[in-house]
């Protein structure tokens, strides 16, 4: 039985990945962690604790008074924040990835890191991007998603910590919603279509990105997890898609149910360019064959659960 910290537990991922955690592992067994004070379901299910990442002794504290096995460590600033405050995300993604390497390596824990689409930079291949394709990126997100991966890789071979990772897609969900990252457009275009019946998209048409409904995301942790370490040629970065889709492609799927869904374009020049310069459909073979990785959610699928669910939520 794993006794897991999670960290940035009231984000996106996090306070979904909680609940599935507790449903697997037991509500004590998780000890969900934020920067921010919280009354959400993350902490109401089980054990929560107020954690800064970038405070090494108290992530490490953390982890010990817990008697963690396990650190899933989510605590970062998304690509369109980083952007806009460039030295606080290198001082938060790699000072707070540092202090969960070593806290893993300490305790002798097994880590999970995010990595990202954005990890690839404009000369990487755009289409079936390999997962071994240059990573040369052209935002301070994506530079220190690369850089976490290859530190991550040293702490694997220079300490044997089992850290494992995945380069995830933009994220579709329901529960909290994302914030300051490039592909949010996307869940902020399936509310705004329940509430107003239209979206404006800082996005433009015809930009195809890599995306994956919040359910295979949080499959794919767990299942990358479990998985036999002997199977894992890579660590640190698996790529994982869904689907590769644009703002048209998207209103399509919502027009299906809701036919007078209109679609309107003010792009956003800083996220554009960011976009801009990540791949349009990453290849996810080696995750495919390495430990199983196989997504439920195609687009129409993961609309009809959206639009269901925000429709309750919001109505
Ligand atoms: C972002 O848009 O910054 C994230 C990501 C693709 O890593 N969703």
């Given at each position: 039985m794993k006794r897991i910290l999670l960290t940035g537990a009231l984000g996106q991922i996090g306070s979904e990945l909680a609940v599935r955690l507790r449903e697997l592992y037991g509500s004590d067994a998780v000890l969900t962690t934020d920067v921010r004070e919280d009354r959400s379901e993350a902490a109401q299910g089980g054990p929560f604790q107020l954690l800064d990442v970038t405070d090494g002794r108290a992530f490490y504290e953390a982890a010990r008074v817990h008697r963690a096995d396990t650190i899933i460590h989510l605590a970062a600033l998304l690509s369109a924040t980083a952007e806009a405050k460039p030295l606080f995300a290198w001082q938060l993604n790699m000072g707070g990835l540092l202090n969960a390497l070593e806290t893993a390596r300490e305790l002798g824990c097994q880590l999970f890191v995010p990595s990202s689409i954005a990890a690839f930079g404009p000369d990487a291949p755009r289409q079936g991007t390999p997962q071994d394709a240059p990573l040369r990126p052209g935002t301070m997100y994506g530079i220190s998603k690369a850089a976490g991966e290859q530190l991550s890789d040293y702490y694997y071979r220079?300490?044997?910590?089992d850290v494992r990772g995945l380069r995830f897609p933009g994220l579709i969900s329901h529960a909290a919603p994302p914030g300051g990252g490039t592909t949010d457009y996307a869940v902020e275009m399936y509310v705004q279509a329940v509430k107003n019946g239209s979206y404006t998209s800082y996005i433009g048409k015809g930009t195809f990105l890599d995306m994956m409904y919040m359910p295979d995301a949080i499959a794919s942790v767990a299942l990358l997890m479990e998985a036999d370490a002997s199977r894992l040629k890579r660590r640190s970065a698996y790529n994982i898609t869904a689907m590769s889709i644009d703002p048209e492609a998207i209103a399509a799927s919502i027009r299906r149910q809701l036919p007078g869904f209109e679609l309107r374009y003010h792009i956003d020049p800083l996220r554009q360019a960011i976009a801009d310069g990540w791949p349009d459909a990453i290849d996810a073979s080696a995750a495919c064959e390495e430990w199983g990785f196989r997504p439920a959610y195609d687009l129409d699928r993961t609309t009809d659960e959206m639009l269901t669910t925000l429709s309750r939520k919001l109505l």
């Open positions: 220079k300490y044997a910590v």
